[in-house]
């Protein structure tokens, strides 16, 4: 079984601990004076999103978790699940609602997508950093107001709800942040 | 690139204007030891005996199979009992395995010996240097049971190993201690995550537990606890010093018995220095001695809270 050590910690690393998969959000070597040195981390579930504490022994080992980052092209949503692709080899996955969550109100069809699978199965989904989607409603904002900073809510195709500067219409195609969920720029064609 | 590395990170870690910070403060370190007529020494990073330590990892030089210091006191204790006086070194040192915000296996160490000096006498010194650098403030002297008690732990010097379990356990601040640490390391867990968060913002931690003694000569009063002393400041670990044990047939027993919980670990196992325990045959000169790590002193001067801005080039970039 695959395993690492603890001076191979950094953010990202992906551990089995107590039964369930977590990745390493913060790690920290600890070692006051001449003592035993311990890693301190903070671990998130990567089922639940919790986040908790834990310390190791320095040098002691620790469960790999199965669990892979691949990316995948997002089909569309049957009503309950998910459906994604892998480019390469076309296979398909579906993701339960609660493996995408709030994630799922930036997916558009085609767009590739971060799918962290566990044991092979999806376990959550991150849309691309930057999206490109249509604005289905918002309010008439002044017409030639480039320069004020006044904001209102637009609604994206997917459902999403960002803020725009007041000179968004109806049917622009705008690129947003995922990450912040703000609006960035027009985009460009 | 053959590391992997992008090539992106060959600037130096520290801003340029820092890194002249740095060769002042250098200055103002040499200033210090040139006004008490304590004199710069150099020894060899690499020699050809280990150290035993079982907490303290060495790197090895591979083609000549010798050990890179993990500090210049060995050598250093040479130089005292061949009669050349006080004396400092500020010099390169190694930890494997050691890399962290506050730690980089390679780092700079100060360390220096006063003869005739104490454990309580030396701290002053430590202070007033350390004042040079983050301004004076209140400077607290605490014993290692004291930190423990008013931290709200039992008493580290009678407390058996399920007593500082249910400690543990009462602390939920604090994640839960990794199991198999048994009673030597689970102080030690009690006190880098409970007992070091609660220290005052600069603090002597003194009076250790005789089995955390290293080189230090243990208590005349109190053969509990040795005359080791650390410096804390705003938690970080800057300096760790000792009144010297001078006694070479007592130091020979603390090697030999770290020796044997290294093999019982299925630890490498160094062997001895017999140069230093030959030096110390001969005769050691009463004289306390501190180690202090410049490149973390440095960082806390600039108000970071990392090594890498006062290091030109961490480990990752080097």
Known sequence: MASYSTNQFKSGL????????????????VKPGKGQAFNRVKVRNLKTGKVIDRTFKSGESVEAADVMETEMQYLYNDGEFYHFMAPETFEQHSAPPEAVGDSGKWLKEQDICSVTLYNGEPLSVEPPPHVTLQVTQTDPGLKGDTSSGGSKPATLETGAVVQVPLFIQEGEVLKVDTRTGEYISRAKD | MRDGSGGDDWPPSADVTRLRQRADWLKTVRRFFAAREVIEVETPLLSQAGVTDVHVESLRERDTGRWLQTSPEYAMKRLLAAGLGDCYQITRAFRAGEQGRWHNPEFTLLEWYRLGFDADRLIDEVAALVGEFLGTTEVVR??????????????????????????????????????????????????????VPALPARCFVTHYPADQAVLARLDRHDPRVAARFELFCDGVELANGFHELTDAGELRCRFESDQSVRRRTGQRVPDIDERLLAAMTAGLPDCAGVALGLDRLFALAAGDDSLAGVMAFPWDRA
């Open chain 1, 14 to 29: 992906k551990l089995m601990l107590d039964g369930e998969p977590y990745t390493i959000v913060e790690n920290e070597f």
């Open chain 2, 142 to 195: 605490e014993r290692y049971a004291d930190a423990f008690i008013e931290a709200g732990l039992p008493d580290p010097l009678v407390a058996g190993e399920g007593e500082l379990l249910r400690a543990a356990a009462a602390h939920p601040e604090a994640a839960p201690p990794p199991p198999g640490l048994g009673r030597s390391g689970l102080l030690d867990w009690l006190f880098s995550q409970i007992v």
